[in-house]
């Protein structure tokens, strides 16, 4: 039997636990063929938005004058920031500095080796 409403996650004082059975996906402003899960917001308190992206191929998140950390834990994410491209890979990262606008992050699909 499912109990409605009773997960492991939890929200305390000073910290929060979230377990992957209460993930929404929703899709964010400017977000092309991709979804979000938000993990932490302004709304909870944070100074920032930390969220998991998930991209279709050819998902975009779109552009933000805020600053921007990614990290690749599949695929392929490319980059084109100040007209220069760059793509990481599984375990890449990239960092966009505030103010500094990017045209997109786009994923890719890797075929295997």
């Given at each position: 039997?499912?109990?409605?409403?009773?997960?492991?996650?939890?929200?305390?004082?000073?910290?929060?636990?979230?377990?992957?059975?209460?993930?929404?996906?929703?899709?964010?402003p400017g977000?092309?063929?991709?979804?979000?899960?938000?993990?932490?917001?302004?709304?909870?308190?944070?100074?920032?938005?930390?969220?998991?992206?998930?991209?279709?191929?050819?998902?975009?998140?779109?552009?933000?004058?805020?600053?921007?950390?990614?990290?690749?834990?599949?695929?392929?994410?490319?980059?084109?920031?100040?007209?220069?491209?760059?793509?990481?890979?599984?375990?890449?990262?990239?960092?966009?500095?505030?103010?500094?606008?990017?045209?997109?992050?786009?994923?890719?699909?890797?075929?295997?080796?």
């Amino acid at each position: 039997m499912h109990n409605l409403g009773h997960t492991r996650s939890a929200h305390q004082r000073n910290h929060l636990l979230l377990t992957p059975d209460t993930f929404v996906r929703t899709t964010l402003p400017g977000m092309k063929a991709a979804s979000a899960i938000v993990h932490i917001s302004p709304a909870l308190g944070a100074a920032f938005t930390e969220y998991t992206a998930e991209f279709e191929n050819a998902g975009e998140l779109g552009e933000t004058l805020a600053q921007r950390f990614l990290y690749v834990i599949d695929g392929a994410v490319h980059l084109i920031c100040r007209r220069q491209g760059s793509t990481s890979r599984p375990h890449g990262y990239a960092y966009v500095p505030q103010g500094v606008a990017t045209e997109s992050h786009r994923a890719k699909r890797l075929e295997p080796l």
